[in-house]
C-alpha cells in the first residue's frame, strides 16, 4: 500500500534520511522505532509531503505521492500528529470535521455525508460524547483520540501516527495503540507509527523497522528486530529482552 | 448556528437607526417612518419632514454606509490577521497595515487631489500597495521559523507604523494646504460626505471582504498550524498570501476613505471569539457585521459626546480599545488562551 524506495532526505548540507527503503501493506501496523534523532519524524514528515525528499521514491497504488497536490494526498494518507497544542477554542466536533477538507468543494461546503463521516469517526474513538466539547478542556488522552478521529475522517487507506503516545499515561497508550490496531485490521489500513517506547511497539505492531542515524538497520517481526544485540547496538546501551507472560512479545530491559 | 447572526443582524440594524436618527438634529423613529412610508407611496413630504428627508438622503445615509462599510472591513481583515498570524493581539492597527495604507492613501493625495471619481478610486489602490508592502515587512520582521511571536509581531508591526506615520506627517506637511482636510480625515471619521467615496469603496471591499467570507475552513485549518494544515489537504502558502492579499485590500479600502481607526478589528472578533467559539466560518462573518454596527456606535457616540463639535471617531475607539487591549495582553500572559 505504501512503499518507499532508496528515500533520502536532508535539512540543508546534513543528510538526515539515508536510503530509507520500506513497505506496509494494507492492514497492518508497522512500528518504526529507534533512538532520538534517528529519522523517525523526518520520515514522516517527508512521507506526508511536508518537507522534500532529495532522493527516491514514496508510492502507493502505483502513485507517486509527492508529484500530488496536497489536497490529492490528503485523500491517500492522513496523520494523527504529536500531541500538540491544540487551538482550545475548537470544539472536538469542528476539529474532526477539518479531516473532511479534501472532500470539500472551493467554497468549504460541508455536506450530510460529510457530517456521517465526523460522526462514525468520533463513535470509532469513543468519543461521540465529547462532540461539543472544547478541546482545550480535553485531557491529553482526549485529545489524541480526537486527533485519530480526525484522521479516521479523512477516510485515507494509509494512517501515518507520529509518536502518538508520547506524554500519555499509560493506559491511554495501550488503549490509543490497541485501537489503532484494532483499526488497521477491521479496516484494512496501513498504518505506520513512529514509536520510541519499543515495547509498545513489540506488543501492538505486526512489524517493526529499526532506523538508526537515518538507515534502517533491521525490520521484521518484533521477535526478528527487538534483539538484544540489534537494540543494545542501536541505543548504545546494554539490554536483556525477555518474554511478555502472556502475549509472548518481546520485553526489552535496559540493564 | 443561526442564533448569534440573528443577534448581529438586530445589533446592526439598531446601529444604522441611531446613526441616521441622531446628528445636529435629531430625526425621531416616528417621524423617519412617515418618510419612508411617504416615499413609498410616492406623495410629496411636508415641510419639516421634506428638509429631513434631504438631510437623511444627502448626509446621513452616506456618512452611515460610510461608517458602516469601514467598520465591517476593520472587523472582517481583523479576524483574518488572527488567524493568519494565530495571534490575537493582530490588528490592522497594531500590526502597522493601516498605518501602512494610511501612507500609500497619502502619497496618492499629495499627488493630485482632485475630486473625481478616477482621482478617488486611486487612492484606495495606493493604500493597498503600500498596505500589503507593511504587512510583508512586518511579518518578516517577526517571523521566528514558522512561527509569529505576539512580541516580535507586535513590536515590528508598531516600529513599521511609526515609520509609515513619520512619513505620512513628513508628507501632509509639505502639502501645505489641504493640511487641516487630510488631519481630520486621518484621524479617522466621515470627513469625507456625500455618496461618491461610499460608491469608490465599495468594488474593493466586496473583493476583498467576499474573499474573506470564504477562507473559513482555510484559517481553520491554519490554527493546527502549517504542517498539520497541508497534511489534511490545504495548500498553504496559497491559502496564506490569498488571506493576506484580500485583508489588506479590506484594511486598505477601509484606511483610504475614513482614516486610521484602531482596536475595532481586535476588539469586535475577540469579543465574538469568546462569545460564540474560534470557528472562522462563523467568526469572520459575526466580525464583518459585528464590526459594522460598533463603529456605528462609536461614530454615534463621536456626534453626541461634545455636541455641536465632533469628535473623530478613531479618537473615541482608542480610548475603548486601549484599556481592553491591555486587559487582553495581560489575559495572553496569565493564562496560554485562545
Redesign the interface.
Known sequence: MLKLHNLSVSYGARRVLHEVSLDVQAGEVVALIGPNGAGKSTLMRAVSGVIPAEGGRIRTNGDDLPALSPMQRARYLAVVPQSAALPPAFTVWETVLLGRTPYLNFLGQVSPADRETVRRALERVDALELAERRVGELSGGEQQRVLLARALAQSTPILLLDEPTAHLDLQYQASLLSLVRELAHTDNLAVLAALHDLNLAARYADRVVLLVEGRVIASGSPQQVLRPDLISQAYDWPVQVVRHPFSDSPLVLPD | MRRPFFLALIFLSLAILLSVAIGSVFISPAELWQIASGWARGAALPDPLQTFAFIILAIRLPRTALIALTGAALGGSGAAYQGLF?NPLADPYLIGVASGAGLGAVIAMSVRWPYSFWGLMAIPLAAFVTALLTVFLVYWLARVGGSVPTTNLILAGVAVGAFATALTSFLMLRSQGELRRALAWLLGGGSQTGWVPVLTMLPYLLIGVGVLL?S???L??L???D??A???????TRAKTVILVAASLTTAAAVAFSGIIGFIGLIVPHVM?MWW???Y?RLIPLSILGGAASLLVADVLARVVLSPQELPVGILTALAGAPFFLWVLRRAKNQ???
Open positions: 494565530r470564504f473559513g475552513h482555510a481553520n485549518l490554527q493546527f498550524g504542517e498539520q497541508q497534511q489534511l489537504g490545504l495548500p498553504v471569539r467559539g474560534g470557528d466560518r496560554g488562551f485562545w
